[in-house]
C-alpha cells in the first residue's frame, strides 16, 4: 500500500511503488485531468505539482510521492492549489485569450505557467521560454500562452 | 453493465453534465424527398421529428408547464425551461468547431446564447456526413445548418401564430422568443416548444434566412464554449474514458508493415501482476485499410501492468518483404524517377518547344521526408462488446467510418454499435484511420470486457498513416526579356490508394494530385505537369493539407527560385507568374480539377484573390529585400481546400543557428464565422509548419520506423515559436472556404525562401536541421 496526498486528500493505493505516479492518479484515482503524452518526460502534458513544484508524473514513482502534497488540474480548478490565486489567474488569462485548441496539452501547460508565476511574479520572455519549452502545444498555441502567462502575471501584481 | 451505469460512467464530455431523457415522445418521420429539402444532405432514413402528441389548449395564457424537451429537428431540441440544446455532429479537435457549429445554429435560430446547451453527437447517418477532415465542416454545413435553423425558428413562429389565432406575417421571432407585432405579447421559445414541434415542416418559401447585417453570432470573435472544460480538466478525451470492469490493452506490434509472427514468449508477461491474458491480433492481409495492426496484446488491470506485462514478451517475427524498403535509397530512386520523363497528367501549349528556344532555364529538385501525425493524444479507444452489440468511445474524427469498419471487424450489423466520440487532443487526420477502435473491438470481444487500447508515444510515432516521402522536380525557361515560357514539374510520392486498394498500381490518382500540384497552373503559355510512379512500403495516410505540404513547398520555392534569377521582387514576380485578375476555369483549359469536391460556379478560382493575400502580408509586414544582415523575408502563397493564403516570414541565421522572427498569415476564407477561431488555425498552421520545416522527419531503415518519442522525432517548442505572429482575416462575404489546413502549406516555403534572402543558401530538402541548428 501506498498513501498519497492529492488535491488534499489522502488515499492508500494498492499499487506497486514504481508505478509512474501519472498512471496512480489516472488509473487509480480517476483524476484524468493530468495526460499522457510521451511517457519520459518529454512534452509536459502529465504536469503535475509536487509541493507547488511542476514535476513530470510520467517519470516519478509513486513512492517518491508520499507525504507530499500533490495537485493536479482538477485540484487547481478547484482552488486547492498551493496559490490557489495565481492558478485562479492563469485560468482567467487562458479563457480572456481562448488559449485552447484541441486542450489536451493544456492542463499541463497551466500547471506549469502556475508554477513559473509561484516562482517568479514578473516573467520575461526568455523566462518564459526556460519554463514552458518543457511542454508542447502541436496545435501551436504558445503565441497564446505566451499572452496568457503576462496577463496573469500583471493582474497578480 | 445497464445503460444507466454506462452513462453514469460516461456521461458526455464534461462529468458535471447532466443527461437528459427525452419525455414520452410520438415519431413523425418525414418522407426522404422532404428531408432532403430541409437537409439538403443524401442519407437515407429519413428526418425523425419527436413531438408531443397532445397540444396545450392554454398555451395563449401563459407559458405551459412541461417537463419534456422536444426535439424540432436532430440538431435543435428546446426544453419548456427555455433551454436549447444544440447537438453538434462534428468532432472537436482544436479548430473550434463545436463553438463554430454552435454559432451558426444559434443564430439562425435568434437564440440567447446563455440559454444553450450542448450536446455531442453519436456516430449516425441521420445528421449527414461527420466525417470531421478535409476542412469541410464549415464550409458544408453553414448553408445546410443556417437552413435547418431557420427552419425551427419558422416552426416557433408558426406555432405562436397558432396560439394567438393570427397571421404568420403579425409574429416575429427574436431573442428566444416569439413576439405580437401588433401588441406586445410574447411567448418564449420553451413555451412554445411543444406546439412548435407539432407543426409542418414549412416549405422553402416559407424560410426566410437572415440577413448578415442581422448576424449575433455569425462573424463575431465567440469565446470557446469548452473553455471552462478546457482547463479544468474535466474535458474527456479518448485516452480519458473510464467504463467499469474496464481492462487495459498494450500491443507489441510487429515492427513491419506485413510481417508475421513467428513465435512469442509470455511466460514472463503473464507473471506481471496486473495482467490477465495475452492474446494475437492476426496478420494483415491486403488491403490493410484500418485493419488492427497484427500484434501480441498484453490485456492487464491498469495501464502501467500491461506496459510493463508487454515489455517483458519475447517475439521473433518474419518480417516479410517491406523491410526491404530504407528510406534515404527510396529518396534516391525517386529522385531519379523525376529527373527522367514521367506520365503527363496536365498540359498547356508546347513546353519541349519552349525550352529548345529558351534564353535560359532553370532547373531544381525538392524533397520532403515522411511525416507523422503525433498528435499529443496518441490514438485511443474504448470498446465494450457483448453477444448483442458494441459500444465504443473514441477519440475519432469519423464515427460514421469507425462504426462501419468496426462492425466488419466483428461480422456484427452496424445498428448495434454505438460511437459515442470524446474530445480529441489532436488529430490532423490521424483520427480518421479506424485502427485503433477496430483494435479495442477486437480485444473487447476476445476478453468479454470493456478494453481501453493504450498506445504509447513510440507506437503512435511507428505505426502511423504517414504522409508521403516525395520527390519533384521543376524546370522553367526564361526568354531573352526574362519572361518566363515554359513551366514543367514533376511529382513522385507512394499515394494514400495504397492503403485501400494496391493493385491501382503505384501511381497517385488525380485528386491526390489536385492536392497542390494541379491546383492552379501559372500564367505560362507553355506547361507540363507530370507523376512518377512510386510503390508503398508504409501505411500511407492524410495528414493537414495532404499532398499540398510537398507541392507547396516545392512550387513555392521555385516560384522564388526564378524571381531570384529573373531579379525581381519576389511578390512583382508572384503577381506576374500567377497572371492578370481572372478566373481560372480548368474546363476551358482541358485541365483536369477537382476543386476539393465543389464546383468552380460555387467556389471559382480567382487568381486576384490569390495575388491580394500575398500583397496584403507583404504591405502589412515590413517585408524588404534589404533586411540587416544575417536576416531576411521570405514570402510564398497557395490556395488550397478553396481558402487562399499567403505566409511572410522573417528569419535571422546567426552561427548557423536558424530564428524565426516573425510570421505574418493573411487568408481569405470567404466569410469567417468565428474570426478568432480562424485566427487560432493560422496561428497553429504555422508552429505546425515550422515543426515539418525545421525538424520532421521519419525515417525508415530495414522497413522500421527509426523514430519513436520526442527525443528523437521532434516538434517546435515554447523557446522556438516567433515572438510575432500577425494573422490578416480578408473581409470578404464569399461562402465560408476550408480554414483547418490552407494554413499550413505555403509556411515551410517562406521559410526556405526567407534563408536564401538572408544567406544565400537555397533549402530544397526538408528539413532544415540537417543544415543548420534550430
Given at each position: 500500500m501506498v498513501s498519497i496526498t492529492i488535491n488534499g486528500e489522502t488515499t492508500e493505493i494498492n499499487a506497486d511503488p514504481v508505478t509512474p505516479l501519472l498512471w496512480v492518479i489516472r488509473d487509480e484515482l480517476k483524476f484524468t485531468g493530468t495526460k499522457f503524452g510521451c511517457g519520459k518526460g518529454l512534452c509536459g502534458a502529465c504536469t503535475v505539482h509536487l509541493n507547488g513544484q511542476a514535476i513530470r508524473s510520467c517519470s516519478v514513482p509513486v513512492a517518491a510521492a508520499t507525504n507530499q502534497e500533490i495537485t493536479t488540474i482538477e485540484g487547481l480548478a478547484a482552488g486547492k492549489s498551493k496559490n490557489p490565486y495565481i492558478g485562479q489567474a492563469v485560468r482567467d488569462a487562458w479563457a480572456e485569450f481562448n488559449v485552447p485548441q484541441c486542450g489536451y496539452c493544456q492542463p499541463g501547460q497551466i500547471m506549469s505557467a502556475t508554477a513559473l508565476l509561484t516562482n517568479n511574479s514578473t516573467p520575461s520572455d526568455a523566462d518564459i521560454d526556460n519554463a514552458m519549452s518543457g511542454n508542447i502545444c502541436r496545435c501551436g498555441t504558445y503565441p497564446r500562452i505566451r499572452s496568457a502567462i503576462k496577463k496573469a502575471a500583471e493582474v497578480q501584481s | 453493465m445497464s445503460e444507466s451505469t454506462r452513462l453514469d460512467a460516461f456521461p458526455l464530455f464534461v462529468r458535471?453534465?447532466?443527461?437528459?431523457?427525452?419525455?414520452?415522445?410520438?415519431?413523425?418521420s418525414v418522407d426522404r424527398r422532404q428531408f432532403l429539402k430541409i437537409s439538403g444532405v443524401s442519407v437515407g432514413s429519413g428526418f425523425i421529428l419527436a413531438a408531443c402528441s397532445e397540444q396545450t389548449a392554454e398555451m395563449q395564457s401563459a407559458p405551459v408547464s412541461c417537463a419534456s424537451q422536444h426535439d424540432l429537428n436532430v440538431f435543435i431540441s428546446i426544453d419548456c425551461d427555455d433551454t436549447v440544446t444544440l447537438t453538434l455532429h462534428r468532432s472537436e479537435m482544436g479548430q473550434g468547431i463545436r463553438t463554430g457549429l454552435a454559432q451558426v445554429l444559434a443564430d439562425e435560430l435568434d437564440a440567447e446564447w446563455s440559454k444553450l446547451k450542448f450536446e455531442q453527437a453519436l456516430g449516425d447517418e441521420k445528421y449527414g456526413s461527420q466525417n470531421t477532415d478535409g476542412s469541410r465542416s464549415i464550409r458544408h454545413d453553414y448553408a445546410r445548418l443556417r437552413?435547418?435553423?431557420?427552419?425551427?425558428?419558422?416552426?416557433?413562429?408558426?406555432?405562436?401564430?397558432?396560439?394567438?389565432e393570427t397571421d404568420l406575417s403579425n409574429v416575429e421571432a427574436k431573442a428566444h422568443a416569439v413576439h405580437h407585432k401588433l401588441n406586445n405579447r410574447r411567448l418564449s421559445y420553451g413555451a412554445l416548444a411543444e406546439l412548435a414541434a407539432g407543426q409542418s415542416i414549412p416549405d422553402d418559401s416559407a424560410i426566410k434566412l437572415k440577413a448578415h447585417t442581422d448576424f449575433n453570432y455569425i462573424g463575431k470573435a465567440i469565446d470557446l464554449i469548452d473553455i471552462d472544460a478546457l482547463t479544468s480538466g474535466s474535458a474527456v478525451f479518448g485516452y480519458d474514458v473510464q467504463v467499469p470492469d474496464m481492462l487495459y490493452a498494450s500491443i507489441e506490434r510487429?515492427?513491419?508493415?506485413?510481417?508475421k509472427l513467428k513465435r512469442c514468449h509470455e511466460d514472463e508477461a503473464r507473471k506481471v501482476p496486473g495482467v490477465v491474458d495475452i492474446i494475437t491480433l492476426p496478420q494483415n492481409t491486403v488491403p490493410v485499410l484500418f485493419q488492427a495492426w497484427h500484434g501480441v496484446v498484453v490485456i492487464a488491470t491498469n495501464t502501467w501492468a500491461a506496459t510493463q506485462g508487454r515489455e517483458k514478451l519475447t517475439c521473433d517475427w518474419d518480417l516479410g518483404k517491406n523491410a526491404e524498403h530504407n528510406s534515404q535509397a527510396y529518396f534516391?530512386?525517386?529522385?531519379?524517377?523525376?529527373?527522367?520523363?514521367?506520365?503527363?497528367?496536365?498540359?498547356?501549349?508546347?513546353?519541349e518547344a519552349a525550352f529548345d528556344n529558351a534564353a535560359s532555364t532553370h532547373e531544381a529538385v525538392y524533397q520532403v521526408p515522411y511525416q507523422p501525425h503525433a498528435p499529443m493524444e496518441v490514438p485511443a479507444a474504448v470498446a465494450d462488446v457483448s453477444d448483442s452489440g458494441c459500444e465504443i468511445w473514441s477519440c475519432t474524427q469519423a464515427p460514421q467510418g469507425a462504426r462501419d469498419h468496426v462492425a466488419q471487424a466483428l461480422g456484427m450489423a452496424k445498428e448495434n454499435i454505438k460511437v459515442n466520440v470524446t474530445f480529441l487532443g489532436g488529430a490532423f487526420g490521424r483520427k480518421s484511420k479506424h485502427d485503433f477502435c477496430v483494435e479495442a473491438a477486437l480485444i473487447s470481444k476476445a476478453v468479454g470486457k470493456p478494453v481501453k487500447v493504450c498506445w504509447t508515444r513510440e507506437d503512435d510515432i511507428r505505426f502511423d498513416y504517414y504522409h508521403a516521402m516525395s520527390a519533384q522536380y521543376f524546370k522553367a525557361s526564361f526568354d531573352k526579356d526574362a519572361q518566363v515560357t515554359g513551366w514543367l514539374q514533376r511529382t513522385a510520392f507512394p499515394s494514400i490508394v495504397s492503403i485501400f486498394a494496391p493493385e491501382y498500381g503505384?501511381?497517385?490518382?488525380?485528386?491526390?494530385?489536385?492536392?497542390?500540384?494541379?491546383?492552379?497552373?501559372?500564367?505560362?503559355?507553355?506547361?507540363?505537369?507530370?507523376?512518377g510512379k512510386s510503390e508503398a512500403h508504409v501505411r500511407i495516410g492524410w495528414l493537414r493539407s495532404v499532398a499540398n505540404i510537398h507541392h507547396a513547398f516545392a512550387r513555392s520555392s521555385f516560384i522564388d527560385e526564378l524571381a531570384h534569377k529573373a531579379r525581381q521582387h519576389p511578390l512583382s514576380f508572384f503577381e506576374q507568374i500567377m497572371g492578370p485578375d481572372r478566373i481560372f476555369e480548368p474546363k476551358n483549359e482541358n485541365w483536369n480539377y477537382s476543386n476539393y469536391g465543389e464546383t468552380t460556379e460555387s467556389n471559382p478560382i480567382s487568381t486576384a484573390r490569390l495575388k491580394a493575400v500575398a500583397r496584403t502580408v507583404v504591405e502589412k509586414s515590413d517585408f524588404t529585400q534589404n533586411a540587416a544582415e544575417n536576416s531576411g523575408w521570405g514570402l510564398a502563397a497557395s490556395r488550397s481546400f478553396l481558402a487562399y493564403v499567403a505566409i511572410a516570414s522573417k528569419v535571422s541565421v546567426v552561427d548557423e543557428h536558424l530564428t524565426i522572427e516573425e510570421v505574418h498569415c493573411a487568408i481569405d476564407c470567404g466569410l469567417a464565422v468565428n474570426p478568432d477561431r480562424v485566427r487560432s488555425q493560422m496561428e497553429g498552421a504555422v508552429i505546425f509548419g515550422m515543426s515539418i520545416a525545421l525538424m520532421g522527419e521519419i525515417s525508415v531503415r530495414d522497413g522500421q520506423v527509426e523514430q519513436s518519442n520526442f527525443d528523437d522525432f521532434l516538434l517546435a517548442r515554447m523557446r522556438q515559436s516567433p515572438k510575432k505572429i500577425v494573422v490578416h482575416i480578408i473581409d470578404s462575404k464569399e461562402v465560408p472556404a476550408g480554414v483547418g489546413e490552407p494554413g499550413l502549406p505555403p509556411v515551410a516555403p517562406s521559410i526556405a525562401n526567407a534563408i536564401f534572402a538572408a544567406t544565400g543558401?537555397?533549402?530544397?530538402?526538408?528539413?532544415?536541421?540537417?543544415?543548420?541548428s534550430v
Open positions: - | 458535471k453534465q447532466t443527461q437528459k431523457i427525452p419525455a414520452k415522445i410520438t415519431a413523425l437552413k435547418l435553423a431557420a427552419t425551427a425558428r419558422t416552426m416557433l413562429e408558426h406555432a405562436a401564430a397558432q396560439v394567438w510487429c515492427p513491419v508493415l506485413g510481417g534516391e530512386m525517386l529522385k531519379s524517377r523525376v529527373n527522367e520523363d514521367c506520365e503527363p497528367t496536365n498540359s498547356l501549349g508546347d513546353v503505384n501511381t497517385n490518382p488525380e485528386w491526390e494530385l489536385d492536392l497542390g500540384f494541379d491546383e492552379l497552373p501559372v500564367a505560362v503559355k507553355n506547361i507540363r505537369h507530370e507523376k543558401n537555397r533549402i530544397r530538402e526538408l528539413p532544415i536541421n540537417k543544415v543548420y
